[in-house]
């Protein structure tokens, strides 16, 4: 069994797909993923995102602010009340991109700083995005103790050493499709360096399709096709990076049940 660690269930398409929210999921049950982590980009669209899953017992939520969606200060209070229900198992998406946006680098660094304050005080894991921020992400994640609450470094892209620095840190490392794509041999050389206990595999869905279904709309079944690549990549068996990736996902989203009992 694998998991999905990091969908966005409500962003799916789901008239271009021609598929319910029931059905996008049993395609993915039939590939054997048996958790999904739906993860939120803004508080103001959580309790509908929430709404819409409240009903998988295998489906649990993020609470957070995409750092592309932070325009104003953050809300901390309200992110504490939304991020105190049972169905969230983590603080994020959160973190600092600065390849798309100029001119909110500090509302994104203010906004990082208390989500992990948030993270810290709820005990909660962090969800973490960056892109282009190497060095502000990781002085931010030190000066606010980011290493008490963990988390992760999802969708990763960056380099060897800033995820060595995150990983020293206590911190797991997430890896999407791009890593399928012809042109992302940095990241695979990363990849094959990245501890197998520190490691969890994603979709990002509905982005960033892997390979053969680049092009096409993510939806969380395609972790599967992310998880044999890995494997290859890794010069290991399918099985044996399942098995391995599923246990590090219950151990850093602790809150998390696991459908057959057993504790990580």
Request: aromatic share 8%.
């Amino acid at each position: 069994m694998i998991v999905d660690s990091h969908c966005h269930l409500d962003r799916l398409d789901f008239d271009k797909l021609g598929l319910s929210l029931d059905d996008v999921l049993a395609n993915a049950r039939a590939k054997q993923v048996e958790h999904f982590l739906c993860v939120s980009v803004t508080l103001e669209q959580f309790p509908s995102m929430l709404e819409k899953i409240s009903q998988y017992e295998d489906v649990s939520a993020s609470c957070g602010v995409h750092p592309l969606d932070q325009k104003d200060k953050l809300d901390a209070d309200r992110l504490i009340q939304l991020a105190n229900h049972d169905k969230v198992v983590a603080i994020g998406e959160t973190g600092l991109d600065y390849y798309y946006s100029k001119d909110t680098h500090q509302v994104q660094q203010e906004s990082f700083a208390g989500h992990i304050d948030v993270a810290n005080q709820l005990q909660k894991p962090l969800i973490i995005h960056t892109r282009d921020a190497k060095a502000d992400t990781i002085d931010i994640m030190r000066a606010h103790n980011a290493q008490d609450c963990g988390g992760v470094l999802h969708c990763f892209t960056e380099d060897w050493a800033m995820a060595k620095q995150a990983l020293d840190l206590g911190f797991y490392i997430s890896i999407s499709g791009i890593v399928t794509f012809k042109n992302a041999t940095a990241l695979q050389e990363v990849v094959k360096q990245i501890p197998m206990d520190r490691l969890l595999i994603e979709t990002d869905s509905p982005y960033l399709a892997p390979v053969p279904h680049r092009g096409k709309t993510n939806q969380p079944a395609y972790v599967q096709d992310v998880a044999y690549y890995i494997a290859d990549l890794k010069g290991i068996s399918y099985k044996a990076l399942a098995e391995q990736t599923t246990n590090n996902f219950y151990s850093l989203f602790n809150l998390v049940k696991r459908q057959d009992g057993r504790t990580t």
